[in-house]
Every structure is written in structure tokens, then in C-alpha cells.
């Protein structure tokens, strides 16, 4: 049974037909729904479950509170048994990320419609989450990112396959400087179908519940229910794109993809910094990446560079190659120390300057 204490909350909702739609509620609103190892686990869980459970014929996730779906993976328990020490210092690091990725891919590989529902803040772990569903709404005041540069941490959660597909290699610079994006963004860099504000969401859920479904277990009919959820979303977009924002990628995007195209992490850097003396968009972006991790920076642009042709499962499994290996190196457990442990914002990076990163250094996250 679900008790409110619950950091993921199941229930159904019934629909015309008599079939029932599964909804999973991310419920740390506290720490906007970060996502923890607990977490992970009850959705695979529920989620296998509820693949294979004929009066189930859809999936509904999304977050508590208003503020946001997901901030990303709570991994500040990852840095502190890493920095404890010890000969298990790498358990518990390793079963998240592991857990972390195998729901990522079993969304991705959903048999039945997945609908995500976005609002707020979605970064990184919650970015894996929504990015695999086959209906991906986004609503009004969203803020997108893959802010992983920050922790010294690398795009993870299957961003070498997704980031990669961004139009005009803006998921480069996505990847490299933590840029938040708008609902607008989202739907430009094809991490988002839909938009549908906050105010419409009920009725949103009452259109999914009146579509005339067909039963789980009939033939071709998953085909036919992610039409019907397609037709539905596509209505409710169009009935409401009129109060989207500016879609910044769209508006910068000669000059992001001048920026993206730069030869190596240093020229891309530099690019970056001339583009925020000669336009303020590019300021936080630009600052994001000169204040991060050279190693996670160097590290990072090589991964992008091996997904380019990998399929989604390769790329995950090479995810968790890199994840595990950036627990046994130096700036991810000091990142996550000074951005979410001890709060001082000032990581001491090893090596401290972009010129310091070596190849051996870069290949040695890859074994």
C-alpha cells in the first residue's frame, strides 16, 4: 500500500473503457524529486509490472509539488561512501547507477504507452526518465538541463545517445556547460513532443481516460493505443502552442552550432567565452563550463564522440562503464562534496586547468 511517505506514490486511474492507466508519482518534493536508489528500484518494480498486467493499458510518471518533475540522481549518498572510505566505499555507487540505467532502458523499451508529464525542473536522472517515454509532455516554466559538468560528473542516463540527436550539435554544448532550456528548447532539441501548460493537466488526464482503448492483449493494439495517445497530445499542443516561449536554441543556432563544431574542449571553451562578451545569452553558459571539471569536460566530449554510432543499450552499458569508473577518480566525489554536501561551491578540480588533462587521463574512464 502507498503511504504518503513514500518517495514514489502508485495508483491507477480508471478509464471509460474499464481499463486502468498506471501513474507513478516521483515524492520527494522536498528535494525536488530527486532521484535515489530506493526510488529506482520501486520503479522497476512497478513498471515490469505493470508491462505485463492486461487490465494496465498505459502509464502516466510524473512529480510531486510544484516546483518540479526531477533535479536528477540523488547522488550525494553516492560521494559520501566513496569518501568514507573503505573496501565497500564502491557498493552502493555502483547498484545505483546500475538500477539507474536499467529502468532507463526499460522506459525506452516501454511495450505500452508511457506518458511523462514535465513541469518545472527535469535535469539530468530526471532527463533519463522522460526522454525515454513515448509521449513526453512538457508544461509552462519548465528548466531542462544536463548539468552534470557541475559535479564533475559526465551526461550519463543515456545522454551520449539523445544529446547526440540534437539539431545543429547544440547537445554538445548542452552536455559541456549545463545550459537550462525552456519548454520550447525541449521541444526544438526533440527531448519533448508536446507542450500542455499546468493549468490543462486535468484535463489532459480526462483525455487520456475517455480515448477508446483497446484491450492490452488484443492484436497490433499497442500500435493503435500509442496512436490514440498521439492524437490526443497532438490536439492539446495545438490548442495551447500559442503560449509557448522563445525557443533560445532555435533563436542562437548559427551561433551555437559555430560554438559546437570547434575542434576539442579547449576551442570549444574559448568559442564560448567570445560569444558571452558578444551576447549575454552565452554568459552562463560560458561561465558553467570554464568553472567545471576539465577532466568531467574532456571526459564528457570523448564519450559523445564514441556514442555517435552506438545503439541505446551500448550506450547505456557504456554509461555505466564510465559511471563506475568516475566514482574511483578524483572530481566527481569532491564536485558532489561542494555542490551538495558541504555546499561551498568551490571543488578543487585535479587537475585544476583544461591544458592539465591528459589522454591517459581521458581513456583511463573508459576501462
Known amino acids: 500500500?502507498?503511504?504518503?511517505?513514500?518517495?514514489?506514490?502508485?495508483?491507477?486511474?480508471?478509464?471509460?473503457?474499464?481499463?486502468?492507466?498506471?501513474?507513478?508519482?516521483?515524492?520527494?518534493?522536498?528535494?525536488?524529486?530527486?532521484?535515489?536508489?530506493?526510488?529506482?528500484?520501486?520503479?522497476?518494480?512497478q513498471l515490469r509490472s505493470w508491462a505485463?498486467?492486461?487490465?494496465?493499458?498505459?502509464?502516466?510518471?510524473?512529480?510531486?509539488?510544484?516546483?518540479?518533475?526531477?533535479?536528477?540522481g540523488d547522488v550525494a549518498e553516492v560521494a559520501r561512501q566513496v569518501r568514507a572510505g573503505g573496501p565497500q566505499r564502491y557498493v552502493f555507487g555502483d547498484q545505483f547507477f546500475e538500477v539507474e540505467y536499467q529502468l532507463d532502458l526499460?522506459?525506452?523499451?516501454?511495450?505500452?504507452?508511457?506518458?511523462?508529464?514535465?513541469?518545472?525542473?527535469?535535469?539530468?536522472?530526471g532527463v533519463g526518465l522522460t526522454v525515454g517515454c513515448s509521449h513526453r509532455v512538457v508544461a509552462d516554466q519548465s528548466r531542462i538541463a544536463m548539468p552534470e559538468i557541475h559535479i564533475g560528473l559526465?551526461?550519463?542516463?543515456?545522454?551520449?545517445?539523445?544529446?547526440?540527436?540534437?539539431?545543429?550539435?547544440?547537445?554538445?554544448?548542452?552536455?559541456?556547460?549545463?545550459m537550462i532550456i525552456n519548454e520550447a528548447?525541449?521541444?526544438?532539441?526533440?527531448?519533448?513532443?508536446?507542450?500542455?501548460?499546468?493549468?490543462?493537466?486535468?484535463?489532459?488526464?480526462?483525455?487520456?481516460?475517455?480515448?477508446?482503448?483497446?484491450?492490452?492483449?488484443?492484436?497490433?493494439?499497442?500500435?493503435?493505443?500509442?496512436?490514440?495517445?498521439?492524437?490526443?497530445?497532438?490536439?492539446?499542443?495545438?490548442?495551447?502552442?500559442?503560449?509557448?516561449?522563445?525557443?533560445?536554441?532555435?533563436?542562437?543556432?548559427?551561433?551555437?552550432?559555430?560554438?559546437?563544431?570547434?575542434?576539442g574542449v579547449t576551442a570549444l571553451r574559448d568559442a564560448l567565452l567570445v560569444a558571452a562578451q558578444e551576447d549575454p545569452f552565452f554568459k552562463a553558459a560560458a561561465a558553467s563550463l570554464a568553472a567545471g571539471s576539465p577532466t568531467a569536460a574532456h571526459v564528457s566530449d570523448e564519450y559523445l564522440r564514441r556514442c555517435k554510432r552506438l545503439s541505446l543499450r551500448e550506450v547505456l552499458a557504456l554509461d555505466l562503464v564510465l559511471a563506475k569508473a568516475y566514482q574511483r577518480?578524483?572530481?566527481?566525489?569532491?564536485?558532489v562534496r561542494a555542490l551538495l554536501i558541504d555546499k561551498d561551491r568551490k571543488p578543487q578540480w585535479s587537475p585544476a586547468l583544461f591544458e592539465?588533462?591528459?589522454?591517459?587521463?581521458?581513456?583511463?574512464?573508459?576501462?
Open 52 to 72: 505485463s498486467d492486461t487490465s494496465i493499458v498505459a502509464v502516466l510518471l510524473e512529480g510531486a509539488g510544484e516546483k518540479g518533475f526531477c533535479a536528477g
Open 329 to 335: 577518480h578524483h572530481d566527481f566525489p569532491e564536485g
Open 185 to 263: 528548447d525541449a521541444l526544438f532539441a526533440g527531448l519533448a513532443d508536446f507542450f500542455v501548460p499546468m493549468e490543462a493537466k486535468e484535463l489532459l488526464l480526462k483525455s487520456l481516460q475517455s480515448l477508446d482503448w483497446l484491450a492490452p492483449d488484443a492484436p497490433v493494439q499497442t500500435d493503435r493505443n500509442h496512436d490514440r495517445v498521439t492524437r490526443a497530445l497532438l490536439s492539446m499542443h495545438r490548442r495551447y502552442k500559442a503560449g509557448l516561449p522563445t525557443a533560445h536554441l532555435q533563436q542562437y543556432y548559427d551561433a551555437i552550432r559555430f560554438i559546437a563544431a570547434q575542434p
Open 1 to 45: 500500500m502507498n503511504s504518503p511517505e513514500q518517495p514514489v506514490l502508485f495508483d491507477t486511474l480508471a478509464t471509460d473503457k474499464g481499463f486502468l492507466i498506471g501513474r507513478a508519482t516521483l515524492n520527494r518534493p522536498k528535494a525536488l524529486n530527486a532521484l535515489n536508489l530506493q526510488m529506482c528500484e520501486m520503479l522497476l518494480r
Open 106 to 125: 526499460l522506459i525506452h523499451e516501454y511495450p505500452k504507452p508511457i506518458v511523462a508529464w514535465s513541469h518545472g525542473v527535469c535535469m539530468g536522472g
Open 356 to 367: 592539465q588533462v591528459t589522454p591517459a587521463l581521458v581513456e583511463a574512464h573508459f576501462r
Open 154 to 178: 559526465f551526461p550519463d542516463v543515456g545522454g551520449g545517445y539523445f544529446l547526440n540527436r540534437v539539431p545543429g550539435g547544440a547537445g554538445r554544448v548542452l552536455a559541456l556547460t549545463g
